[in-house]
């Protein structure tokens, strides 16, 4: 889940959901179909587990002309991200969905990946878990229209290490890394966890890449 969060449970979840334009509770009926939804042929961003939406949100308010769609598989997260999105947008949506099935999904229409905050899954048998694993990164392929992006932030150094490996044994080449982003430039949209760790000034680690 992104940001590596549990949120309480939210009261009238489902209706929250359910009364919502920009939630889609099956991603897949919309599968290889998206610029049709989305009423235009923009470049699609993804960001797989959105958490409580704030960075996809202020993405898609300030850049209209790229469509956005923020994955988050737990109810209760979707329904406060909701809560946050102002009314009037019309290049964002909301899928309750899990990273395991993104290519079912999505059919080669994305143009750029975000993963912020990612689980870590920390313990070696787990690795695979990870969203910059070979796993995944093989799933990625399948999404991607024809240039491949992926940014990815985080704050365990760990994690961003395996995956600056990853990426490169995968053949994304690196445009940026930083090992404590904000004190080499403060980016203009940020994560609700990245504002808490950022005003600690602990250090998040960033890369962009692409193939």
């Not at 990426?167 to 430039?185: A, K, M, P, T």
Request: net charge negative.
């Amino acid at each position: 889940m992104g940001e590596f969060m549990r949120l309480r449970n939210v009261k009238g979840k489902e209706e929250i959901m359910n009364n919502s334009s920009y939630f889609i509770g099956d991603g897949s009926l919309h599968r290889g179909h998206w610029h049709e939804l989305f009423g235009n042929y923009h470049p699609i961003y993804i960001e797989i587990g959105m958490g409580k939406g704030q960075f996809i949100i202020e993405n898609a308010k300030a850049y209209p002309n790229i469509n956005f769609i923020g994955i988050e598989k737990y109810d209760s997260v979707i329904a406060r991200a909701l809560q946050k999105a102002p009314e009037g947008l019309d290049n964002l949506f909301m899928i309750r969905g899990d990273a395991l099935r993104i290519e079912e999904m999505f059919d080669h229409e994305i143009d750029h990946i975000y993963l912020n905050f990612s689980d870590p899954w920390p313990k070696v048998r787990h690795q695979l878990r990870r969203l910059s694993s070979p796993v995944f990164l093989e799933k990625y392929d399948l999404i991607f229209q024809n240039h491949k992006e992926i940014e990815m932030r985080t704050d365990n150094e760990e994690l961003f290490r395996y995956s600056l490996i990853q990426f490169s044994q995968h053949g994304y080449i690196f445009n940026n890394i930083s090992f404590h982003l904000h004190r080499d430039e403060m980016p203009s949209i940020t994560t609700e966890y990245e504002d808490k760790f950022s005003s600690k000034d602990m250090p998040i680690y960033y890369v962009s890449c692409n193939k």
